[in-house]
């Protein structure tokens, strides 16, 4: 009887990993998936940059190219209410997460895939690893909200880190009945001279311009 189970449970696993999405799989192997997503994402998220830099399941991109809040793009129900929010996965160093869900941007309440028609959560700033040599995990997530929600979460200042850092995101998605994500992707990112100009507009953040290269 318990080597028939374990016959199910293992055509079971092997059957759910055959339906795994590509972006499942590319989050899987970053770690991104079990990290910071429990289940499945489906979709790829399209995220597109002034800078003509695109988003790519794990590519590179600096800040310097990705600055300006990006055009996003995914398969929007036009009668339904989403949240977008993006995050540094290894602030403030793979060595050291202790600061890991940064978020740098999010918005909920966002009406199809109209994101200037949504409700401003946390102002975009680009996923700005301190000096370093490692590359952060800069990762983006779009959930489809149960309907338009009345968010009780204060507003995030755009010149400070407060409320940007070890976001509680599974917190915020139960209270509001929002499930698993049902697009998402991630590049990584590592120091360039734009982060400087993202420090001299955010309080605190200079200290981590004096950690050893070897970060």
């Known amino acids: 009887m318990i080597k028939l189970i374990l016959i199910v449970a293992t055509i079971i696993s092997f059957a759910l990993a055959a339906t795994d999405s590509e972006m499942t799989k590319k989050m899987k192997k970053f770690k991104i998936i079990p990290q910071i997503v429990s289940g499945n994402v489906p979709e790829l998220l399209k995220i597109t940059f002034d800078s003509g830099a695109s988003v790519n399941m794990g590519n590179k991109i600096l800040p310097s190219?990705?600055?300006?809040?990006?055009k996003v793009e995914w398969n929007a129900d036009k009668h339904s209410f989403?949240?977008?929010?993006?995050f540094d996965a290894d602030a403030p160093s793979p060595a050291d997460p202790s600061l890991s869900k940064l978020v740098t941007w999010m918005v909920g309440n966002i009406p199809g895939n109209d994101i200037a028609s949504g409700h401003v959560l946390a102002p975009y700033i680009a996923v700005s690893p301190p000096k370093g040599k490692q590359w952060h995990r800069a990762v983006w997530l779009v959930y489809k909200q149960p309907s338009k929600l009345k968010f009780d979460e204060p507003q995030v200042d755009k010149y400070t880190l407060e409320g940007r850092t070890n976001y509680p995101l599974e917190e915020f998605l139960k209270k509001n009945g929002i499930g698993e994500p049902v697009a998402g992707n991630f590049c990584m990112t590592k120091f360039d001279p734009h982060v400087l100009d993202v420090y001299k507009r955010l309080i605190c953040c200079n200290k981590y311009n004096e950690e050893k290269e070897s970060l």
């Open 65 to 70: 190219q990705a600055k300006n809040q990006p």
């Open 82 to 86: 989403y949240t977008i929010v993006c």
